[in-house]
């Protein structure tokens, strides 16, 4: 594999997402590769009860302004640590495909992306983000399972 250039880190603000873009900022910081945060809005988001179905427009946006401002405050804690970083906010029925679809749109060279740990009926119930996009994306798939941030953390201090 070649050095990675650009690094795509899906953030569902998960712990387990979270810890993945730990893992995504240690990558770049070593390849001085640029870091593209994404997030995904359900294009058709379960509405909570005092939502009316009249206002589904601007819940969407206030979930997009929402996700915009969480990525932004990711992406400046990113940038004080030296690094590049730009954020895509999506709106989406399938959010592996949105990721792909940036993924693809931005020329990325890897993707970092955490996976929940579902298995069983629950993995075949509900599908999974993260499979889909292994299996599909045109790049490496760096796939991290819950704390994978911590191994990282003492890898670097071991070498160190």
Known sequence: MLLPKRILSPIDFSEDSLE????????????GSELMLVHAVPVIPKLPADISIFREG?????????????LEELAQKARAKGLQVRTAVGLANDTAMEILRTADQEEVDLIVIATHGMTGWRRLAFGSVTDKVVRTADCPVLVLRKNAAEQSEKATSASA
Do not use: H
């Open 58 to 70: 601007q819940y969407e946006q206030e979930l997009i302004k929402d996700a915009e401002g969480r």
């Open 20 to 31: 993945a873009f730990d893992v995504a900022q240690d990558v770049a910081t070593r390849y």
